[in-house]
């Protein structure tokens, strides 16, 4: 294989690895505000101050910000491109990285 194709091989792996990891946190929250819900519930009688929406919101962000490091712009990988730019902008040569 390539040098070339073995990049693009790491950056797919790495991708898929974020994308379990963004699903397996998901669950995880989801399950952990299932399980202070029902101790709500279960302790008020279902009445009184729903305090587990502070929890959930705090979940809610977490996962957003997860979400963005897999999906959004920040999970795209780095183009060759960009790192010649940032090469030569730090005077450098990018065919030889020095």
Known sequence: MSNDSDDIRAQAEKHLRNQRQFWSST???VIVFLIITAVW???????????????????????AFHALNVYGPLGRPISSDAIDAEVRRRG???????
């Open 27 to 29: 669950i995880t929250l």
């Open 41 to 63: 519930a279960l302790t008020s009688n279902w009445h009184g101050y729903f305090w587990p929406m502070w929890p959930g919101i705090a979940f809610a962000i977490a996962i």
């Open 92 to 98: 450098g040569d990018p065919r030889t990285g020095a």
